[in-house]
């Protein structure tokens, strides 16, 4: 039973990326070969957890995507702050069921995040919408999918209390 407890959260996770569910998005090394006959809605969101001085905001509120079709999208984050911080994006789609089509390319939730103090800087998001939704009956009165972000503070690590400065990747400064 205690070996279960341990191996629970994990193995929800791995569920989770598999399955696309609870919003869990889908990773893709490419998009498919072929383009689907449906468009939707995708909306993009940004949030920053309390203690966190950032500024985040997607460069758009929403685009017209047909399935198959690749996009990129970018979101602005500026460090409030007077001093460098560090954080991390989590994410999560809705209706939770879109979760399963669809297929991150690229995105900044996969690294740690750094930003100097009152740094501006745009985060590109790649993605496509899996054609395969067409064929779900679940998925037919979708109109709109959101993508939603949130920032945490990323915790201290080893090496950034003195060790060689590698916490993660830092975007391209504006």
Wanted: aromatic fraction near 10%.
């Amino acid at each position: 039973m205690l070996g279960l407890t341990f191996a629970s959260a994990p193995l929800y996770r791995l569920f989770c990326a598999a399955t696309g569910y609870g919003g869990t998005i889908q990773v893709a090394k490419a998009a498919p070969a072929s383009k689907g006959l449906r468009d939707l809605t995708v909306r993009f969101d940004a949030n920053i957890a309390p203690g966190l001085s950032w500024k985040f905001e997607p460069e758009t509120p929403e685009i017209r995507l047909r399935t198959g079709e690749t996009a990129t999208v970018f979101y602005k984050v500026t460090n409030m702050s007077n001093a460098e911080t560090a954080a991390q994006a989590m994410y999560n789609v809705s209706p939770d069921i879109a979760g399963a089509y669809f297929n991150k390319i690229s995105c900044f939730c996969f690294d740690e995040q750094k930003l100097g103090p009152h740094e501006t800087t745009e985060l590109p998001v790649v993605f496509f919408l899996d054609p395969a939704l067409e064929k779900d009956s679940t998925m037919s009165g979708v109109r709109s999918v959101t993508l939603s972000y949130t920032f945490f503070a990323a915790k201290p690590s080893a090496s950034s209390a003195g060790g060689d400065g590698k916490t993660g990747a830092k975007a391209k400064p504006l």
